[in-house]
């Protein structure tokens, strides 16, 4: 319906839930009434459409998560049928689909047996010896579980081959905004495929949102009040966008692995009060932060520094660095140098 009436008027996509929160008549019969009254009024507020460019990358970012999610289905399966083969390939393999791990999967799909043979298969960089592939690759495989193997190898395979045409397409798709994703992956843990997601799931025109609160509100990066009488009843976050804050939180765990960069001192500061969970969203959001002020200002990321907070409150830092060699039994003066 919105593609059909999009050019002939000014359209409006309004959230239902904020529709429900005003009261009035709730029937099916008169909803059109009641939405067109809403909007006289000034009732309604639009969500965000992005323009047809980013609409089209959205659906290829998206297809080409869930075709790699069932990629990974298979070689869980796959795992599965080796195990129950007696098979132990995992435990001496990191990367059980990597060129060594494949060949043994097809020599025991082909029908061979010698778990010497087999072991001979991998590669002189694996870390597991020669006798250690041969006492994991012994094990009882019949002819279902090859058939099994070989169906799942093979899905493997044609899911991946379609994986690299999407890569393909979205390279494409992603051509106009190639100067907005060189300055996403500026900001630690964002890679060129977060890059391409980000663009996908908020585009390029940050004037959409008002303010960055509302684009964090929008991905559901923030925690919701629900309080009464002083009670706080509840401050979990909503669904928000969930192709989004997935992809967010694992660029923050990225991100955190570098122990110069601001988001790793604001993880290490939160995670000693409220865990590493809430931790680790709260790097997410200041990730989405840098994200909505380096398209909307067309800059790339400055990172502030580990030493960010140490600055920010040196006397604090100070006496909380000489509490435990006080516990320790000896005395303190602080003093600052001249």
């Known amino acids: 319906m919105w593609h059909i009436l999009e050019g002939e008027f000014e359209l409006i996509l309004a959230n239902p839930l904020h529709i429900r ?20 009024h000034g ?53 059980m689909f990597g060129q060594s791990g494949r060949q043994m999967l097809k020599a025991l799909i082909a029908g061979q047996t010698d778990a010497q043979k087999l ?47 999407f890569e393909a397409q979205i390279e494409a798709a992603l051509q106009p905004f190639r100067v907005a994703v060189e300055r996403l992956i500026t900001i630690p843990g964002v ?12 585009g390029v025109d940050m004037s959409r949102f008002a303010t960055v609160a509302h684009l964090r509100s929008w991905a559901g990066l923030c925690p919701q009040l629900k309080e009464s009488a ?60 840098a994200a909505y002020y380096v398209l909307r200002c067309q800059v790339p990321y400055r990172d502030l520094g580990a030493l960010y907070f140490a600055r920010l409150d040196q006397d604090r830092t100070a006496q909380r660095l000489a509490r435990p060699i006080k516990e320790l039994g000896y005395e303190v003066e602080i003093r600052k140098a001249a």
Not at 21 to 40: E, F, H, M, S, Y
Request: charged share 25%; hydrophobic share 45%.
């Open 21 to 40: 929160t005003v009261p009035g008549r709730k029937t099916d019969v008169n909803d059109a009434t009641w939405i067109a009254d809403l909007l006289a």
């Open 43 to 95: 009732l309604i507020r639009s969500s965000m459409v992005p323009p047809g460019p980013i609409q089209e990358l959205r659906d290829l970012t998206r297809t080409r998560r869930q075709l790699i999610r069932e990629v990974v289905q298979h070689k869980q399966r796959i795992q599965k049928v080796l195990e129950d083969a007696n098979v132990k390939l995992a435990s001496v393999v990191s990367d």
């Open 119 to 165: 072991a001979a298969l991998g590669s002189e960089r694996l870390s597991a010896s020669r006798a250690t592939l041969a006492g994991a690759l012994h094990g009882k495989v019949t002819a279902h579980h090859r058939f099994l193997l070989k169906q799942h190898l093979q899905m493997i395979e044609r899911l991946e081959q379609t994986v690299s045409e």
């Open 191 to 202: 890679s060129a495929t977060a890059a391409s997601v980000i663009i996908a799931e908020i």
């Open 230 to 289: 002083g009670k706080v009843m509840s401050r979990r976050l909503r669904h928000g966008a969930p192709w989004l804050k997935t992809v967010l939180v694992q660029c923050a765990w990225a991100a955190i692995r570098n122990k110069s960069n601001y988001l790793h001192a604001q993880f290490l500061r939160l995670r000693a009060r409220r865990g590493p969970k809430k931790a680790i969203l709260a790097v997410a959001a200041s990730i989405l932060t």
